[in-house]
């Protein structure tokens, strides 16, 4: 597994599932968090315990020259867009729906873990990734649209069918 900040793609950073009695605990969860950045952007739950790990885990701190590169915001768009693409990619997805389905059923076996809390976090968290992959993402745009419903009601009035009622929804 990959400690770098650029994201792989799953099938070539994630660890073989036969290895992981001989993994730390450490290499186990940055995998997840790995998974998590790709199909679990926004879950507040990872993004807040990474953050708290990163903390622990800074051994120098990178000087700011104050000068600001002009690719900064391409290196952003890149970023996003490997994000999109490695998320959209049915392969991929299969090879991570595969892996996590393998990592949950052999975790509560692995003596990797300090604690049973440990375990059980990987679990929750694998978990969590596992169900992302099926719920649907909701775009920004899509939260926004309308639509229409139309009911018809049939009634009868001196002999004669009528009715019919629009409802739109803004």
Known sequence: MSSSSVLQPPSSSLPPLF??????????????????????PLS????????????????QLD??????SGNEDEDANDSKQTITTLRADAFERSFVERWLTGFIS????LSIFSSEE?????????????ESLFTPAVD???????FMRNF???YTYSGTEQGENQSATQ
Do not use: M
Not at 63 to 68: K, P
Not at 140 to 146: G, I, L, M, Y
């Open 19 to 40: 290895t992981l009695t001989k993994l730390s605990e450490t290499d186990v969860f940055n995998a997840l968090h790995q998974l998590a950045a790709i199909y679990c």
């Open 44 to 59: 507040f739950p990872f993004s807040q315990e990474l953050s708290s790990q990163e903390k622990h885990n800074i051994t």
């Open 63 to 68: 000087v700011d020259s104050g000068y600001t």
């Open 106 to 109: 052999r975790a509560e076996t």
């Open 118 to 130: 440990s375990s059980q976090r990987a679990i929750d968290q694998a978990a969590y990734i596992f």
């Open 140 to 146: 920004e745009d899509e939260q926004d649209t309308s």
């Open 152 to 154: 018809f009601f049939r």
